[in-house]
Structure formats: structure tokens, C-alpha cells
T-cell receptor
Framework: NAGVTQTPKFQVLKTGQSMTLQCAQD?????MSWYRQDPGMGLRLIHYSVGAGITDQGEVPNGYNVSRSTTEDFPLRLLSAAPSQTSVYFCASREGQGGYNEQFFGPGTRLTVL | SQKIEQNSEALNIQEGKTATLTCNYT??????LQWYRQDPGRGPVFLLLIRENEKEKRKERLKVTFDTTLKQSLFHITASQPADSATYLCALDPLDSSYKLIFGSGTRLLVRP
């Protein structure tokens, strides 16, 4: 199993550009989520999904959209990039919704917005 | 307000000693608490989970305690090695039916040879 995969690994955008960060998992996990990680701020939840067709907002959803058309894929869209969105983005999945399930993380996407 | 706090200062210890990392939380009542390891440039990796009715959990050189009265978890690495150098994150399920996993900001551990 590849686990959780993310593309691209690195990306530089100009302010106002849009892009999609891709995330896929091959473990048939129902729960998927996106985090951003900034120095001293830890992992902050952007959006999450409890199954195909179901998404909800996390702590910092503004400026990001998500969709979940399949169990495997959970892309994150930046509609109009801003320098404040410069961060490292992690996608994660887990088998179920409960806090007793370990969460598997992707390798991350390092995004710089100029 | 709800908070999860981990020491932001790096913990610097000598190889062979026991490292102890702290996770404190406020205004949460989690049923589970998890610990993860993160190496530079990589995603976090799950290490251990402890339930609220478990006082202690062990896995090889790792030990986690969970004190729901103090609202604190301690993470111990015994006989530490330079390869244990990493950032360690705690996480909890806020049990608000949102199914979120909320993370602390992590503590960096440096083990000197």
C-alpha cells in the first residue's frame, strides 16, 4: 500500500493564483482531513470529510475549498492564493471517525505564495 | 477557551537518559489521547494511543501516562538514542461529535550522543 500520497511536494504561486493540492489514500479510509502547519502554530485543521460526498469545516477554512467525490481522493483548492497561505499542508486519513483510530499522514506539500 | 499545550522549548538530553515530554489540555474531556512523531520535512507518524480509563501505556522504550484530573499526558522515552531526536506531537478527540483530531504544537527533542 502507498498509504497517503500528496502532490505536488513543492509549489510557488503568485498572489491571486489558484491551484489544487491533490491527496489520495489506498486504505479505504472513510475519514480524511487537511491540515496546515506553521512554525509555532502546530497542525491546524482546515477541512475534513467523514465519507464520500460529506465535508465540513475545521478551524481555519477561509480561502480553501474541498470536495470528496470518491473514498480515495480529497483535493484541497486554493481559490485566490494569498501570502498568508504560505505553509506546509498535510493530508491525513483514518479508518473511522473515533479518536481511537490512528491517523495516517501524507508527506506534505510546501507552498509559498509570493 | 480550549487549548492543548506542549512545551515550545526544545528538550535537550544526553543519550541514555529518559526524556519526558508534557501535554496539557484545557476545557476538553477527551476519551483518547494520541502521540505522534514528526521528523523534519515529513508528515507525523502515529506512536501510541491511551484511553481515559488507562493510567499508563507502554510500547518498547515508550511510555505514556494520562491523568484526566490534572488534564495532562506525559510521554517518556527511556534509554534515549540520537535517533529519537524529532518533534513529538500530542493530539486528542474533543468529543464534540465533529470527529476532529486536535493537535498540540509539539515539542522538539534533541538527544546528544
Amino acid at each position: 500500500n502507498a498509504g497517503v500520497t500528496q502532490t505536488p511536494k513543492f509549489q510557488v504561486l503568485k498572489t491571486g493564483q489558484s491551484m489544487t493540492l491533490q491527496c489520495a489514500q489506498d486504505m479505504n479510509h472513510e475519514y480524511m482531513s487537511w491540515y496546515r502547519q506553521d512554525p509555532g502554530m502546530g497542525l491546524r485543521l482546515i477541512h475534513y470529510s467523514v465519507g464520500a460526498g460529506i465535508t465540513d469545516q475545521g478551524e481555519v477554512p477561509n480561502g480553501y475549498n474541498v470536495s470528496r467525490s470518491t473514498t480515495e481522493d480529497f483535493p484541497l483548492r486554493l481559490l485566490s492564493a494569498a501570502p498568508s497561505q504560505t505553509s506546509v499542508y498535510f493530508c491525513a486519513s483514518r479508518e473511522g471517525q473515533g479518536g481511537y483510530n490512528e491517523q495516517f499522514f501524507g508527506p506534505g506539500t510546501r507552498l509559498t505564495v509570493l | 477557551s480550549q487549548k492543548i499545550e506542549q512545551n515550545s522549548e526544545a528538550l535537550n538530553i544526553q543519550e541514555g537518559k529518559t526524556a519526558t515530554l508534557t501535554c496539557n489540555y484545557t476545557n476538553y474531556s477527551p476519551a483518547y489521547l494520541q502521540w505522534y512523531r514528526q521528523d523534519p520535512g515529513r508528515g507525523p507518524v502515529f506512536l501510541l494511543l491511551i484511553r481515559e480509563n488507562e493510567k499508563e501505556k507502554r510500547k518498547e522504550r515508550l511510555k505514556v501516562t494520562f491523568d484526566t484530573t490534572l488534564k495532562q499526558s506525559l510521554f517518556h522515552i527511556t534509554a534515549s538514542q540520537p535517533a529519537d531526536s524529532a518533534t513529538y506531537l500530542c493530539a486528542l478527540d474533543p468529543l464534540d461529535s465533529s470527529y476532529k483530531l486536535i493537535f498540540g504544537s509539539g515539542t522538539r527533542l534533541l538527544v546528544r550522543p
